[in-house]
């Protein structure tokens, strides 16, 4: 684990106790107690030092204190170095990379998949700074796959995944929603808003690269499930605004896709500046 999440019902206070499934990760799994302290997050994507008062398998109590460093700073697992000798170590080299901030907003709808395969797309997602997952329940998926209960459990799933990647961005798993629902629940962007449909025929008016050029403060990814969208599904995220993306000639699986999706625009927008802006000068 490289931060905790704080519980979304924390009050926001100096003191924050823990029950359930996290105290007994805390207590038992990663084997902290008194005076131990680890990073933290909170619903908000705010920073927190948390300290560990008291510690019981079925109880923790925290401390929890505003943290200094930023939230996309270096977060070593928490139970590293533990019970070693304080020896000299070689410091975390300082990069100078893009940070999360140079990263828009990003929404990643996504239709519902059978079994496990949404849960890694969740996974993967949070892992990657997703702001926002939305289920979709689509004309081609399962109807059995949208039950609440499957919902709490990628919910879940997004928590074990922000704690265990330190993202500094706190990915909320939506409820699920049709596409009509998802267009419609769109409020007017302050920014720039790009929305994409990703397509497995070549739909696509231009490539990822010039989609981004004009530096969205928003993206929202929308991916089919097994079999896609269908032609209704289409024209409504076409008369919404939405372009048609396209990633190859190979046809993916659905998980594949989302994952290969959220990568792809990840990356291109951490490279916005080193881009060559020789093919669009052109």
């Known amino acids: 684990m490289r931060q905790f999440v ?20 805390l207590s038992t799994v990663l084997r ?3 005076g131990d302290s680890f990073p933290a997050i909170g619903p908000d994507g705010a920073t927190y030092r948390c300290s560990v008062l008291d510690a019981g398998k079925d109880r923790v109590a ?3 204190a505003p943290e200094r460093t930023g939230g996309g700073a270096y977060k070593p697992d928490v139970r590293a170095g533990r019970g070693l000798p304080a020896t000299p170590t070689l410091a975390t080299p300082t990069l100078a990379t893009p940070t999360m901030a140079t990263v828009p907003r990003l ?13 890694e797309v969740v996974r993967a997602a ?18 059995k796959e949208h039950s609440g209960g499957r919902v709490e459990r990628l919910r879940r799933v997004a928590s074990e995944a922000l704690g265990q990647s330190g993202s500094p961005v706190p990915t909320r798993i939506a409820d699920p929603s049709t596409v009509a629902e998802l267009c419609a629940a769109l409020r007017p962007s302050r920014g720039i808003r790009l929305g994409l449909f990703f397509h497995e025929s070549p739909l696509a008016q231009a490539s990822l690269h010039r989609y981004c050029t004009d530096v969205p403060d928003e993206i929202v990814a929308c991916v089919g499930p097994e079999g896609g969208f269908d032609p209704d599904e289409i024209l409504t995220l076409t008369e919404a605004g939405f ?5 190859g000639a190979t046809v993916l699986r659905a ?10 625009l990840r990356v291109i927008c951490l490279e ?11």
């Open 255 to 264: 998980e594949t896709a989302a994952i290969f999706a959220v990568a792809a």
């Open 107 to 119: 929404t990643l709808a996504v239709g519902m998949l059978k079994g496990s395969k949404l849960d």
């Open 6 to 25: 704080l519980p979304a019902d924390w009050d926001g206070g100096s003191a924050c106790e823990v029950t359930g499934r996290d105290a007994k990760r």
């Open 32 to 34: 902290l107690g008194r």
């Open 126 to 143: 949070t892992e990657a700074g997703v702001a926002t997952i939305v289920p979709l329940a689509t004309a081609r998926s399962v109807p």
């Open 62 to 64: 925290l401390s929890v």
């Open 243 to 247: 372009s048609p993306a396209w990633l």
């Open 272 to 282: 916005r500046s080193s881009w060559s802006t020789t093919e669009l000068e052109e």
